[in-house]
Structure formats: structure tokens, C-alpha cells
Nanobody
């Protein structure tokens, strides 16, 4: 059974940091690129960051460049999102996803991702 399970969300003050984790199981994680997205109430799902299956290439949305960092540990079948300098506009449900891309391919389009987690809530207070 394919599963992606996010953790690490919660309530944080503006300017603070959180580290999200996404544990994968039920498929060969090392053959999939990993991505992070978020969705705020009333808004479309927004791409944040992606990392190729090899870990050799990353892609970030302009809105999070320099503040968010994606990483992965294939041995632990986990992808991470380190989020720094958070602000109230970052409040949303954060999702991880996996896609069967080629070794160095990264894509930001949600439709290209095959597997999704259930999401974890991040709330940033002012």
C-alpha cells in the first residue's frame, strides 16, 4: 500500500522555523522525485519545492527561495522541508508528493505527481 505521511506541522510565531518530514512506504522511493506543496483556504494548491530522485537537482518557487530547503534521505525513504522566516501568509496545509521522473528531473506541476500525502497543518501567528 502506497503511503506518504507528513509530520512536523504545527503552530509557530512569525519569524520562526519548522521542519516538515514526509515518510514514504509501499513503493521504491529512490525512483521517485519528491515535492512539497501547500494549499491555503480558498486558494489553489501551490508548488513550493522539489528534489530529483537522485537528490542532485532542486527546484523552488520564487516565494520560498532562500527561506525553504528541501532534502531527502533515500535510506530512510523520507523527504524533508526546512522552513525558516515563516510569516502568517505561509499558513496552509502542506502536502508532500512523489513522481516517477527521470534521475535529474524536477517539475512543479501538481498534475505530474502520482502519490500524495494527507497533509499537515502549518499555522503561523503574527
Amino acid at each position: 500500500q502506497v503511503q506518504l505521511v507528513e509530520s512536523g506541522g504545527g503552530l509557530v510565531q512569525a519569524g520562526g522555523s519548522l521542519r516538515l518530514s514526509c515518510a514514504a512506504s509501499g513503493f521504491t522511493f529512490s525512483m521517485y522525485a519528491g515535492g512539497w506543496f501547500r494549499q491555503a483556504p480558498g486558494k489553489e494548491r501551490e508548488f513550493l519545492a522539489a528534489m530529483s530522485r537522485s537528490g542532485g537537482r532542486t527546484l523552488y518557487a520564487d516565494s520560498v527561495k532562500g527561506r525553504f530547503t528541501i532534502s531527502r534521505d533515500n535510506a530512510e525513504t523520507t523527504v524533508y522541508l526546512q522552513m525558516n522566516s515563516l510569516n502568517p501568509e505561509n499558513t496552509a496545509v502542506y502536502y508532500c508528493a512523489a513522481a516517477p521522473f527521470s534521475r535529474l528531473q524536477v517539475v512543479g506541476a501538481p498534475s505530474m505527481y502520482s502519490y500524495w500525502g494527507q497533509g499537515t497543518q502549518v499555522t503561523v501567528s503574527s
